[in-house]
Each structure stands twice: as C-alpha cells, then as structure tokens.
C-alpha cells in the first residue's frame, strides 16, 4: 500500500494511506544503513502489519520531487504565509523573510492576510498593491466570518501546502476551518506516544482531500537570513528584475548608488515603498553581520 508521512515523532511515522487510514509505521533498518532519513511529506510504500490496529512498516521511500531545508520536508508544491491584517498589525519585515525563505528554496508563494473584516478598504488595496506589484497572489480572509474562504481551498486544491507565518495571526483556525478533525488527530497521535500535544513542535500534514494536503509549521517570532551574503539579497526581490543591469554601475546594490533604476522606479511609484525599506533594512542587518 502507498502512502504520505504526515507527521514523525519519537522514531514513529504517522502515514496518510490509500485507503484514507493514519498508519502508525516504524523505518526499515535498511535506511539508516543508506543514511536516508523518513521526511514529513515522503511519499512511501508501506507494509500492514495490523489493520484494526493500523501499524505497519515503511519498506520504499518513493522518489522526491522536491526537499526543503527549513522546515526540513519533501514534496511541498508551494506556501501559504499567514499574517494578520490588523491585531497583531503585521510586521512587514518579517513578512519578507519569511518570502525571501520562499524564494530560496524556489517554492512558490502567495500572501494570505486574515482578520480582513475589521479592515477599511484602503488598508486591504494598499497591501494588495505592494504585494500584487511584485508578483505574489494575495488573498484576504476573515475565518470568524468565514469570508474569502473558498478562495483559499481553491489555492490548495490539489496541492501540498506549507503554512507560514507567526503566532497569534489564525493559522491554527485556518487549519481547523480547512480539516476540523485536525486537533482530534493531532490530540490521539499524541496520547498513543504519551507526548503532550504542545510541548512537542513539530511539522504536521493534514488531509484535506486525496490529493490536497496543508502543513503546519511552528510559529515564528523572529527568522534569519541564512546561506545569503548582501550582495544577493537583491536577487529575492522579485520587483527589482525589471530593473537589473539598466542602473549606471554594473551591481548596483539598489541602496545609495547614483544612477539607480530601481531607486528611479520607486520614486515613480513602481516599487513598493514598505518592500524597498525592508530590503534597505535587510541589506544593512547582512552587511554588518559578523564571520566567523
């Protein structure tokens, strides 16, 4: 039978069969051997050993079309980072870093702001605007009110989906929107292992359909710009291409040069001026960072 890991914990992995059952699989030695580690996300080929008590073996790690490094998962399709419109207003740095992180890993993306009902029209065209103008889709909805929510299960159809963004904005409602019976898997997995459901973080897939899966990942407060020196920040930012190899010196980092196209563009209007702060703020937090 085949199957996806949706979660691992405790050296157990929990698989999304076929027959639309969670087995609880332990990994062939063989793996250790050939060092391959069982990711969240692996498709799977896996061996019953009791059905009513649904645990089996994983024999056959099928093969990945895509890793990602941060979390450390395989075959995601794209993300979905998740922050609040207003309360928490959201922290725009941090928003580009976690899409910087997106663009790393070449992992397609689009921006979901919640809590849209208790935001003025202005306010919602003024993020559609900075965030549209550089290429990312971006969808508004209220959870409370259940508005903008077909929007989003048409963005996830037929796709897995890694969840993004940090605490306190309505992922975990979203979540439990989209698969109700999210927390009650969640809250059995952790009681056969003996673990408690929120002192343990971890990455957890969720069911949506056969072929639609979300993920959830921890929240995050604060995120670092990893394997990046100054000079490539500018390749993240998808606005600036339009723009690369027309400024008078050849690379321009786009920050205090004269005869800067880009610094042109968002002086028309063209660029983002919270997008090019944070680049600005970005390139200076990588320029002084020490090496060891």
């Known amino acids: 039978m085949r199957g996806k890991i949706v979660k691992g914990i405790a050296g ?13 699989c332990r990994a062939r030695g063989i793996f250790r051997k050939d060092n ?7 498709n799977v080929e896996l061996e019953v050993l009791d059905r009513q008590e649904r645990t089996g073996n994983i024999r056959e790690i099928l093969p990945r079309k895509s890793r990602l490094i941060r979390p450390a998962v395989a075959n995601i399709d794209q993300a979905l980072v998740i922050f609040a419109i207003l309360k928490p207003e959201p922290n725009f740095n941090l928003l580009d870093r976690f899409l910087i992180m997106m663009e790393q890993q070449e992992l397609p993306c689009a ?3 919640n809590k849209s009902d208790i935001a003025t029209e202005q306010e919602r065209e003024e993020l559609r605007g900075a965030y549209e103008g550089c290429g990312y889709r971006v969808l508004f909805i209220s959870v409370r009110e259940r508005e903008g929510l ?3 299960r048409s963005f996830l159809q037929g796709k897995t989906t890694t969840l993004a963004g940090p605490s306190g904005v309505g992922k975990s409602s979203l979540i439990n929107y989209l698969h109700p019976r999210a927390e ?6 952790s009681e056969k292992i003996d673990r408690g459901r929120h002192t343990t973080r971890h990455s957890e897939l969720f069911a949506l359909d056969g072929e639609s899966y979300i993920m959830d990942t921890p929240g995050f407060s604060s995120l670092q710009l990893f394997n990046m020196e100054k000079e490539d920040l ?4 998808p606005e600036f291409r339009a723009y690369e190899g027309k400024c008078r010196f050849r690379g321009c980092a ?5 005869g800067c196209s880009v610094k042109e563009a968002l002086s028309a209007g063209k660029i983002s001026d919270v997008r090019y702060h944070n680049y600005t703020v970005l390139y200076e937090e990588l320029k002084s960072r020490k090496k060891y």
Do not use: Q
């Not at 009650?184 to 997995?189: D, K, L, N």
């Not at 500018?234 to 930012?237: G, H, I, K, N, T």
């Not at 786009?254 to 004269?258: C, F, I, R």
């Open 12 to 24: 157990f992995y929990y698989v999304h069969a076929e027959d639309l059952s969670i087995y609880e």
């Open 36 to 42: 391959v580690k069982p990711l969240v996300g692996d």
């Open 111 to 113: 921006v979901c702001f």
């Open 150 to 152: 077909k929007e989003v």
């Open 184 to 189: 009650m898997e969640t809250g059995a997995v």
């Open 234 to 237: 500018r390749d993240f930012y």
């Open 254 to 258: 786009h920050v205090s040069e004269p």
